[in-house]
């Protein structure tokens, strides 16, 4: 079975340009998790899908950054126009459920960069 | 605010060494704590993990240590291999109406050498 796969895997932009990250998640997995580290620190949740549908975005940082899950498949977060604090490492995640026992499982990450 | 601290940020331990990984908490609605173990090039994978109603859970080579009342977890890596050189993360679950968070240390990079 296929994981969780994310692209591209690093992005490399000025300041002030758009970046559009995806996240296909495991297939049958309804439940679709972003979150970001930034160097050396705590990787932070962003926000939660159910299917379509966004459950919480409270940890989204501002009104730069969406996320969109069409049809309840894969995902995209755009960030536009970009920050240089944008930069660091973005996971995504997914789970069948969302009890404290159904296990996340994590992509690789995009590391972005921006300039 | 980090509502989950973790320490060292770094640790190298020798082949056969024991390796332990601290973290504490400040909120008590936390109702499970994950570690996980991420390789470079990776992302963060599920290793072990353990509910609050339970002191030690134990996992082959790793094992969870949980004290509730001091809000402190901690992960012990018993006979480290050089395998096991990877960042570990710490983590708090809650659950909140219709979803669940979870909140995670800042790492700790773990270099076993031979």
């Known amino acids: 079975e296929a994981g969780v796969t994310q692209f591209p895997s690093h992005s490399v932009i000025e300041k002030g340009q758009t970046v559009t990250l995806r996240c296909d998640p495991i297939s049958g997995h309804d439940n679709l998790y972003w979150y970001r580290r930034v160097m050396g620190k705590e990787i932070k949740f962003l926000l939660h899908?159910?299917?379509?549908?966004?459950?919480?975005e409270s940890g989204m940082p501002n009104n730069r950054f969406l996320a969109e899950r069409t049809g309840g498949t894969y995902s995209t977060l755009k960030v536009q126009p970009a920050e240089l604090e944008d930069s660091g490492v973005y996971f995504c995640?997914?789970?069948?459920?969302?009890?404290?026992?159904?296990?996340?499982?994590f992509g690789p990450g995009t590391r972005l960069t921006v300039l | 605010q980090q509502q989950v601290k973790q320490s060292p940020q770094s640790l190298i331990v020798q082949k056969g060494g024991i390796s332990i990984i601290n973290c504490a908490y400040e909120n008590t609605a936390f109702d499970y704590f994950p570690w996980y173990q991420q390789f470079p090039g990776k992302g963060p994978a599920l290793l072990i993990a353990?509910?609050?109603?339970?002191s030690e859970k134990k996992e082959g080579r790793f094992t969870i240590s949980f004290n509730k009342s001091a809000k402190q977890f901690s992960l012990h890596i018993m006979d480290s291999q050089p395998g096991d050189s990877a960042t570990y993360f710490c983590?708090?679950?809650?659950?909140?109406?219709?979803?669940?968070?979870?909140?995670f240390g800042s790492g700790t990079r773990l270099q076993v050498q031979p």
């Open positions: 983590a708090a679950s809650i659950q909140y109406t219709g979803r669940r968070a979870l909140t």
């Open positions: 899908f159910v299917k379509e549908s966004k459950q919480d």
């Open positions: 995640a997914s789970s069948q459920g969302w009890s404290a026992t159904d296990t996340q499982y």
């Open positions: 353990i509910r609050p109603d339970v």
